[in-house]
Protein backbone atom coordinates (compact mmCIF):
# COMPACT_ATOMS: atom_id res chain seq x y z
CA UNK A 1 0.00 0.00 0.00
CA UNK A 2 2.92 2.26 0.88
CA UNK A 3 4.36 1.71 -2.67
CA UNK A 4 0.90 2.35 -4.10
CA UNK A 5 0.56 5.84 -2.35
CA UNK A 6 4.33 6.51 -3.01
CA UNK A 7 3.98 5.93 -6.73
CA UNK A 8 0.54 8.31 -6.75
CA UNK A 9 2.39 11.09 -5.26
CA UNK A 10 5.30 10.76 -7.39
CA UNK A 11 3.00 10.64 -10.54
CA UNK A 12 0.74 13.34 -9.45
CA UNK A 13 4.06 15.49 -8.65
CA UNK A 14 5.50 14.89 -12.07
CA UNK A 15 2.50 16.16 -13.62
CA UNK A 16 1.98 19.61 -12.65
CA UNK A 17 5.80 20.64 -13.88
CA UNK A 18 4.98 18.92 -17.26
CA UNK A 19 0.90 20.39 -17.55
CA UNK A 20 2.88 24.07 -16.92
CA UNK A 21 5.39 23.68 -19.28
CA UNK A 22 2.48 22.65 -21.87
CA UNK A 23 0.35 25.54 -20.84
CA UNK A 24 3.72 27.85 -21.23
CA UNK A 25 4.34 26.38 -24.44
CA UNK A 26 0.99 27.78 -26.08
CA UNK A 27 0.89 31.08 -24.32
CA UNK A 28 1.10 34.07 -26.40
CA UNK A 29 0.81 37.74 -26.13
CA UNK A 30 -0.20 40.93 -28.68
CA UNK A 31 -0.02 44.84 -27.97
CA UNK A 32 2.66 46.96 -26.43
CA UNK A 33 2.21 47.50 -22.31
CA UNK A 34 1.14 50.94 -22.00
CA UNK A 35 0.76 51.53 -25.46
CA UNK A 36 -1.79 49.70 -26.50
CA UNK A 37 -4.57 47.31 -25.15
CA UNK A 38 -2.33 44.04 -24.50
CA UNK A 39 -3.87 40.76 -25.10
CA UNK A 40 -3.02 37.36 -23.30
CA UNK A 41 -3.64 33.58 -24.22
CA UNK A 42 -3.26 30.22 -23.58
CA UNK A 43 -4.20 26.93 -23.84
CA UNK A 44 -4.61 23.16 -23.15
CA UNK A 45 -6.12 19.66 -23.64
CA UNK A 46 -6.95 17.31 -21.47
CA UNK A 47 -7.59 14.02 -22.91
CA UNK A 48 -9.31 12.53 -19.65
CA UNK A 49 -11.40 15.36 -18.48
CA UNK A 50 -14.58 15.92 -19.09
CA UNK A 51 -15.77 19.20 -20.05
CA UNK A 52 -18.96 20.02 -17.19
CA UNK A 53 -15.90 18.85 -14.59
CA UNK A 54 -13.32 21.06 -16.40
CA UNK A 55 -15.77 24.01 -16.55
CA UNK A 56 -16.29 23.53 -12.78
CA UNK A 57 -13.12 23.47 -12.16
CA UNK A 58 -11.88 26.61 -14.14
CA UNK A 59 -14.76 28.14 -12.47
CA UNK A 60 -13.56 27.34 -9.02
CA UNK A 61 -10.13 28.61 -9.57
CA UNK A 62 -11.40 32.00 -11.56
CA UNK A 63 -13.60 32.77 -8.31
CA UNK A 64 -9.93 31.73 -5.97
CA UNK A 65 -7.93 34.19 -7.97
CA UNK A 66 -10.42 36.92 -6.85
CA UNK A 67 -11.99 38.19 -10.29
CA UNK A 68 -15.38 40.12 -9.53
CA UNK A 69 -18.39 39.94 -12.19
CA UNK A 70 -17.76 36.58 -12.99
CA UNK A 71 -20.61 35.67 -15.78
CA UNK A 72 -20.84 32.06 -16.20
CA UNK A 73 -22.50 30.00 -19.04
CA UNK A 74 -22.83 27.05 -18.52
CA UNK A 75 -23.97 25.11 -21.46
CA UNK A 76 -22.10 27.31 -23.79
CA UNK A 77 -18.70 26.61 -21.62
CA UNK A 78 -18.06 30.20 -21.20
CA UNK A 79 -16.93 32.20 -18.46
CA UNK A 80 -16.07 35.85 -18.61
CA UNK A 81 -15.06 37.56 -15.80
CA UNK A 82 -13.19 41.19 -14.67
CA UNK A 83 -10.79 42.93 -12.08
CA UNK A 84 -10.21 46.73 -11.59
CA UNK A 85 -6.57 46.20 -10.02
CA UNK A 86 -5.19 49.94 -11.41
CA UNK A 87 -7.45 52.53 -10.17
CA UNK A 88 -8.07 53.35 -13.09
CA UNK A 89 -12.00 52.23 -13.13
CA UNK A 90 -11.55 50.54 -16.61
CA UNK A 91 -11.74 46.79 -15.86
CA UNK A 92 -9.36 44.10 -17.00
CA UNK A 93 -11.04 41.15 -18.82
CA UNK A 94 -10.78 37.52 -18.28
CA UNK A 95 -12.25 34.71 -20.89
CA UNK A 96 -12.37 31.21 -20.58
CA UNK A 97 -13.97 28.56 -23.13
CA UNK A 98 -14.07 25.17 -22.04
CA UNK A 99 -14.92 22.33 -25.30
CA UNK A 100 -15.11 18.83 -26.16
CA UNK A 101 -11.78 17.68 -27.77
CA UNK A 102 -12.03 14.07 -28.01
CA UNK A 103 -12.95 12.01 -25.07
CA UNK A 104 -11.54 14.96 -22.87
CA UNK A 105 -11.79 18.88 -22.98
CA UNK A 106 -10.10 21.81 -24.60
CA UNK A 107 -9.12 25.24 -22.26
CA UNK A 108 -8.75 28.55 -24.07
CA UNK A 109 -8.36 31.85 -21.82
CA UNK A 110 -7.66 35.00 -23.06
CA UNK A 111 -6.67 37.97 -20.22
CA UNK A 112 -7.35 41.55 -21.95
CA UNK A 113 -5.50 44.94 -20.65
CA UNK A 114 -6.93 47.95 -21.65
CA UNK A 115 -4.44 50.94 -23.31
CA UNK A 116 -2.55 52.21 -20.37
CA UNK A 117 -2.41 49.12 -17.93
CA UNK A 118 -0.09 46.49 -17.40
CA UNK A 119 -0.29 42.78 -16.01
CA UNK A 120 2.75 41.29 -14.77
CA UNK A 121 3.30 37.69 -14.68
CA UNK A 122 0.51 36.62 -17.02
CA UNK A 123 2.00 33.15 -18.08
CA UNK A 124 1.99 32.30 -14.72
CA UNK A 125 -1.65 33.52 -14.36
CA UNK A 126 -3.03 32.29 -16.97
CA UNK A 127 -1.77 28.92 -16.93
CA UNK A 128 -2.51 28.42 -13.04
CA UNK A 129 -6.06 29.22 -13.96
CA UNK A 130 -6.02 26.70 -16.51
CA UNK A 131 -4.32 24.08 -15.11
CA UNK A 132 -6.28 23.79 -12.54
CA UNK A 133 -8.87 21.48 -14.80
CA UNK A 134 -6.29 18.62 -14.13
CA UNK A 135 -6.15 18.86 -10.33
Same mark, same amino acid.
Given at each position: ???????????????????????? =????? /? $?? *????? @????????????????????????????????????????????? =????? /? $?? *????? @????????????????????????????????????????
Amino acid at each position: MRKVICCFAFVALSFTPAAASICS =QHYQS /S $GV *PLVTG @VTYKTWMEFPSVAPAAAFDRVSRAVLAEGFVDVNVEKQLGTLTAQ =QETTG /S $GR *PQTLR @VVVRKSGKGSRVDAVFIVPQGQIAPSMSDNLCRVVNAVAE
